[in-house]
């Protein structure tokens, strides 16, 4: 009998059915066999590296030479994207060479969506062969050098306040029950980064992303402590991403569009349309990091 598709593309799984002690509690494996057929069905070849788009950053998927679609709705077992501003799109095809495959629109807290609902994609996205996952989304600077439109690399994130996608019972077909994250960001792909940025003569910030669950943005005291609590921005996405990827072994880069500044002197308002248009002005920068790390990988 041929092993699932889940199993076999995980060595560890393998060895675990060869001596019939399945961990995975079947309900929770049919469903990831299902999504991985399905896909692999619809797109045939194996994406080395996978791409998340956070909000008004959708238009990145213009660069990618798109062989496949597939709408969230057509998944099994994938949740959809409630948000305006993203589009709810798997996308499989080519970028600098390579084959991806893309998240226009990912799933968040404030959505309603458990913490293991919104990382599904990510592990589906391994299970499928994906090796290096970059992430992007728009944040609220908190760091008092920034501006709204800076780019910044996450070196590093604060995870705090949101749910850890990882409680429950361990996969261990998936990953180790206590998961090391001394390096949640690859300092190999944030160099690269880094050169990428010289190259082309724009800035590049770097610092550190703590998650929020959202849906509000933050009080004025909330930005406050948030910036006292060591993080340069502030977001309501990509950390539980990022921490699944990790336990999974996939390397991971981030990076974080600066919407708004919450400290500030102005007694202006934060509103989504005003991400928006800061995310999608700001995003052109964002297609050449990622365009020329791809390349590079
Ligand atoms: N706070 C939280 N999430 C955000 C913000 C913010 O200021 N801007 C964009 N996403």
């Known amino acids: 009998m041929q092993p699932p598709v889940v199993l076999a593309s995980l060595k560890l799984c393998e060895y675990k059915l060869q001596g019939s002690t399945i961990i995975m509690?079947?309900?929770?494996?049919?469903?990831?066999?299902?999504?991985?057929?399905?896909?692999?069905?619809?797109?045939?070849?194996?994406?080395?590296?996978?791409?998340v788009l956070g909000s008004g950053l959708g238009s990145f998927v213009e660069e990618i030479i798109i062989e496949k679609e597939v709408a969230y709705e057509d998944i099994p077992h994938f949740p959809l994207s409630t948000v305006e501003g993203h589009?709810?799109?798997?996308?499989?095809?080519?970028?600098?060479?390579?084959?991806?495959?893309?998240?226009?629109?990912?799933?968040?807290?404030?959505?309603?969506?458990?913490?293991?609902?919104?990382v599904f994609p990510i592990r589906v996205m391994k299970l499928l062969g994906v090796e290096t996952l970059l992430l992007s989304n728009a944040a609220g600077g908190v760091?008092?050098?920034?501006t709204v439109g800076d780019i910044m690399i996450i070196k590093d994130h604060i995870s705090l306040f949101t749910p850890n996608p990882l409680i429950g019972k361990n996969r261990a077909e998936f990953g180790p029950r206590f998961p090391d994250m001394s390096e949640p960001y690859k300092k190999h792909l944030i160099e690269k980064a880094r050169a990428i940025a010289i190259l082309h003569n724009f800035v590049l910030k770097e610092g550190v992303y703590l998650a929020v669950t959202g849906p509000t943005f933050e009080t004025r005291a909330e930005y406050q402590l948030i910036h006292t609590l060591g993080a340069d921005v502030v977001?309501?996405?990509?950390?539980?991403?990022?921490?699944?990827?990790?336990?999974?072994?996939?390397?991971v880069f981030a990076i974080s569009v600066v919407t708004d500044v919450g400290i500030r002197e102005q007694d202006n308002i934060i509103t989504h349309e005003e991400v928006l248009e800061a995310a999608r002005h700001a995003e052109p920068k964002l297609a050449t990091i990622f365009k020329e790390l791809v390349a590079a990988i």
């Open 25 to 51: 509690g079947k309900k929770t494996l049919k469903k990831f066999e299902d999504t991985v057929k399905f896909l692999q069905e619809q797109y045939p070849h194996p994406p080395q590296v996978g791409i």
């Open 87 to 118: 589009k709810s799109k798997l996308l499989f095809g080519k970028l600098s060479g390579k084959t991806v495959v893309a998240m226009a629109g990912r799933f968040h807290f404030y959505e309603g969506y458990k913490a293991r609902d919104i």
């Open 143 to 146: 760091n008092p050098a920034f």
């Open 235 to 251: 977001g309501m996405s990509t950390v539980q991403e990022s921490i699944v990827a990790n336990h999974m072994g996939m390397e």
